[in-house]
């Protein structure tokens, strides 16, 4: 990243590839289950969340993880 989104921009770099639209439970968290396949252990995966609410957007800070 940066890469320019039609929300604003984005710190991750293309291909993105977008998840949906989930509601948080009552702590506020969203879980998004994926199966993953055996061969991706070791990769690096970036995630960033970005949150609409009327128009106003709100971009959460990019993660980071291993995929275990």
Do not use: C, H, K, Y
């Amino acid at each position: 990243g940066p890469t320019r989104t039609p929300f604003g921009v984005a710190s991750l770099s293309r291909p993105i590839l977008d998840l949906g639209a989930f509601a948080p439970d009552g702590d506020g968290n969203i879980r998004v289950p994926r199966l993953i396949p055996a061969g991706a252990a070791g990769l690096t995966i970036w995630t960033q969340a970005v949150e609409l609410v009327g128009i106003d957007v709100w971009w959460g800070e990019m993660i980071t993880a291993v995929v275990q």
